[in-house]
C-alpha cells in the first residue's frame, strides 16, 4: 500500500538534547513538508522540499533542520536550540509543490521530560 | 492578523443536523481551497478541494469559495457521529511569489455530532 510512514509515534526528549522524527513514503512525490500542530493553532509549516537535495524555510524554521537526500526520506531533526519542542509533528507530501491533494502522515508526538 | 481565520469551535449538534463550517482568509492569492478532517491523534485526510471561486459537492459534503468576499464554507447534510473531528481549512497560493505553493492551514474547528 502506498502511503507515508512517520516514526516513531511517540517520542520523549531531555531538555538539551537534539531528537530526529522519521518520514518515510513510497507515492512517488517530488514534494515534501513538515508541519507543526499545537492545540487551537491548526498546522504550522517548518520545513518544505520541493525537490532531492533541495529544502525551504517554512514560518518557524527555528530550531529545526532538515535533510532531503532521498525522494523518499525526510527526516525532521529538533535541535536543543527549539525552546519549547513538545507538539505534535505530521509529514505530508505530494505530486509537486502547489498541488491541491497533499498526503499526511499519522504524527509524531514529541514530549519534552 | 493571521492570513487564515477559523473558528475553532467547539461545535456541537445533534445526528442528523446540518453543519457549517467556516474559514476568511486576507491573501487573495489563494486559489486552491482544501478542506481535511483530522481524527483525535492522527494525520489530516483530504475530504475535498476547490479551484477558485464556485460549488463542489461529494456525497453529504458540500464545499463553497466566494473570493469576492474571501470566505470558504464546508457543510455537512445528515451529520452523522462518524464525521465528529476537527476539520481544517486550507490554502494555497497561485504560482509566484514567495508562498507558493505553500499549505497555510486556518486553526481547525472541533466537531462533535451526538446521536
Known amino acids: 500500500d502506498g502511503g507515508i510512514t512517520q516514526s516513531p509515534k511517540y517520542l520523549f526528549r531531555k531538555e538539551g538534547q537534539n531528537v530526529t522524527l522519521s518520514c518515510e513514503q513510497n507515492?512517488?512525490?517530488?514534494?515534501m513538508y513538515w508541519y507543526r500542530q499545537d492545540p487551537g493553532q491548526g498546522l504550522r509549516l517548518i520545513y518544505y522540499?520541493?525537490?532531492?537535495?533541495?529544502?525551504q524555510k517554512g514560518d518557524i524554521a527555528e530550531g529545526y533542520s532538515v535533510s532531503r537526500e532521498k525522494k523518499e526520506s525526510f527526516p525532521l531533526t529538533v535541535t536543543s536550540a527549539q525552546k519549547n519542542p513538545t507538539a505534535f509533528y505530521l509529514c505530508?507530501?505530494?505530486?509537486?509543490?502547489?498541488?491541491?491533494?497533499?498526503?499526511f502522515g499519522q504524527g509524531t508526538r514529541l514530549t519534552v521530560v | 492578523q493571521k492570513e487564515v481565520e477559523q473558528d475553532p469551535g467547539p461545535l456541537s449538534v445533534p445526528e442528523g443536523a446540518i453543519v457549517s463550517l467556516n474559514c476568511t482568509y486576507s491573501?487573495?492569492?489563494?486559489?486552491?481551497f482544501m478542506w481535511y478532517r483530522q481524527y483525535s491523534r492522527k494525520g489530516p485526510e483530504l475530504l475535498m478541494y476547490?479551484?477558485?471561486?464556485g460549488n463542489k459537492e461529494d456525497g453529504r459534503f458540500t464545499a463553497q469559495v466566494d473570493k469576492s468576499s474571501k470566505y470558504i464554507s464546508l457543510f455537512i447534510r445528515d451529520s452523522q457521529p462518524s464525521d465528529s473531528a476537527t476539520y481544517l481549512c486550507?490554502?494555497?497560493?497561485?504560482?509566484?511569489?514567495?508562498?507558493?505553493?505553500?499549505?497555510?492551514f486556518g486553526q481547525g474547528t472541533i466537531l462533535t455530532v451526538h446521536p
Open positions: 505530508a507530501s505530494s505530486i509537486g509543490l502547489g498541488v491541491a491533494e497533499a498526503f
Open positions: 507515492l512517488n512525490h517530488d514534494a
Open positions: 522540499s520541493q525537490i532531492v537535495n533541495d529544502f
Open positions: 491573501n487573495s492569492a489563494f486559489q486552491y
Open positions: 476547490t479551484y477558485s471561486s
Open positions: 486550507a490554502m494555497i497560493p497561485n504560482a509566484g511569489g514567495t508562498s507558493y505553493g505553500k499549505l497555510t
